[in-house]
């Protein structure tokens, strides 16, 4: 007896983060940097040097008391689609040490490749990519907790978000040895989406109509993958990068700056286009 095979569309990992759920308490970003290997300077007051695959920024609604408003922002490495694959910082990567994946949607690093050039650091539309000024270098006995599934990363290359890669390729390696062709949800988290005690990031198939994020987003493949949810929006969505990265959130003004609004349009006043 000849078995049906069926056939399922690409995977489009991506995540869904809800704005007025998070409380800004950073455990997304130390479980990011305990998973994934990530170095640490002894002065992390340092934006400039230091590195954080995923940063929690803070929103204001620019108002005084009582009228007051914030919002906390984590934003990781936003894995734009780009037109057709060609996210911003894969079309100007001259290594290819950086390059977009059809089968998961996921915008990888290859480490050994990089040569510290920098350019996707300059293309990227998000500060999403850190660059390396320093071999990493933990405290005696704080080797012990690095991750065997991610490397180390050297001085003088560029790093970023992953969508802990590492857990993808454990869950895909189990689920050929159990004869599943298609990876189930629970089996594939990333570390932040577990860590996040609100319950505010939600990580999963976008194309998967049976996963979480799916339902939460409804993304619209026939409007550039725009979410039918109307409290849903992306980060400069405006600029076209087709990212899988949706926030949440049922304050417009929230979502009026996480498209770059200028500053005179949050308050109702109408922006008109320079020729």
């Known amino acids: 007896m000849k078995h049906e095979q069926k056939h399922y569309p690409p995977m489009r990992f991506g995540m869904a983060i809800d704005l007025d759920k998070c409380t800004g308490c950073g455990a997304c970003m130390a479980a990011c940097m305990a998973e994934n290997n990530i170095p640490f300077r002894e002065d992390e007051s340092d934006k400039l040097v230091s590195i954080t695959w995923m940063r929690m920024f803070e929103l204001s609604n620019g108002k005084t008391f009582p009228d007051m408003d914030t919002c906390y922002l984590p934003r990781p490495c936003q894995h734009c689609e780009g037109h057709g694959g060609h996210s911003p910082c894969v ?6 040490a950086t390059d977009y994946s059809r089968e998961t949607g996921i915008v990888s690093q290859i480490y050994t490749r990089c040569f510290g ?37 050297m ?13 993808y390729q454990l869950a895909k390696n189990k689920a050929y ?50 979410a039918r949810n109307p409290r849903a929006f992306r980060l400069l969505e405006r600029l076209g990068t087709n990212t899988k990265v949706y926030y ?7 979502r009026r700056a996480g498209d770059n609004y200028l500053a005179h349009e949050m308050t109702g006043q109408v922006s008109k286009p320079h020729h």
Not at 155 to 167: A, N, P
Not at 248 to 254: C, H, I, P
């Open 91 to 96: 079309s100007v990567c001259p290594a290819t």
């Open 177 to 226: 040895l159990d004869g599943d062709r298609r990876i189930p949800e629970a089996a594939y988290q990333t570390a932040c989406s577990q860590a996040c005690p609100a319950g505010a990031i939600v990580f999963g198939d976008l194309n998967n109509p049976e996963h979480q994020i799916h339902q939460i987003v409804k993304p619209d493949p026939e409007k550039g993958n725009n």
């Open 155 to 167: 001085r003088g290359v560029v790093e970023k978000c992953s969508f802990c890669f590492h857990r």
């Open 117 to 153: 050039c920098r350019y996707c650091m300059g293309a990227c539309p998000y500060h999403a990519r850190y660059f390396n000024w320093w071999d990493p270098a933990w405290p005696d006995g704080m080797e012990k907790y690095l991750s065997p599934n991610v490397s180390v990363r």
């Open 248 to 254: 949440l959130s049922s304050r417009e003004w929230v």
